[in-house]
């Protein structure tokens, strides 16, 4: 059976982003970037909603000759990777690999988790709160950054208790650090 793993980027205070729905404070370092490369390789399948699909997407659009060597190898994991949008908004995902549901089905999640032979990711607060929710998170990959920004999107849901154990802790040199829980 597969980890379902939320992986994010979280300021000191706990939001994904600010008020203005802003996140360019957490532009990843060279070697946070290297990391989260390697864990995109370990990924067969990524589940996001709406917001998190049209942030994610340019990944499968750009030049890769316009890239530095570590956002092209991001780029390239991504592209190798089967993405399923959550929206009930949006009428196509016309990039490859990519398919829509109108609705998170934890049942449907599951049997994912079972019979998939990699791990799967899922990403944006929203979506991650349902699943965390329905308890199908597996591990809990935060980077947290020096920022402090008073307010916005929460990186974690309200009402809901999960014991975890801590398995790794890394500092980037951005300042940032990675903590990776699984469950207890």
Not at 57 to 71: I, K
Request: charged content about 30%; glycine content about 6%; overall charge negative.
């Amino acid at each position: 059976m597969a980890n379902l793993i939320f992986c994010i980027n979280a300021s000191l205070d706990g939001y994904i982003a600010d008020e203005n729905g802003n996140f360019d404070w957490s532009e990843p370092s060279e070697d946070a970037h290297a990391f989260f490369n390697d864990l995109q390789r370990s990924v067969a399948t990524f589940l996001c909603g709406r917001r998190m699909y049209e942030t994610m997407r340019v990944w499968d659009t750009v030049v890769l000759n316009d890239l530095s060597a570590v956002e092209r190898e991001f780029a390239e994991a991504w592209r190798d990777t089967d993405k399923v949008v959550y929206s009930t908004t949006l009428d196509t995902v016309p990039e490859p690999r990519t398919r829509l549901e109108r609705t998170f089905d934890p049942e449907e999640v599951q049997a994912m988790k079972d019979t998939a032979e990699r791990d799967l990711q899922i990403g944006g607060a929203g979506l991650a709160g349902e699943a965390i929710r329905a308890g199908l998170v597996d591990r809990y990959v935060l980077r947290v950054l020096p920022t402090i920004v008073g307010g916005g999107t929460r990186a974690l849901p309200d009402a809901v208790r999960v014991d975890l154990t801590l398995d790794t802790t890394r500092r980037f040199d951005d300042g940032s650090v990675l903590v990776d829980y699984s469950l207890r």
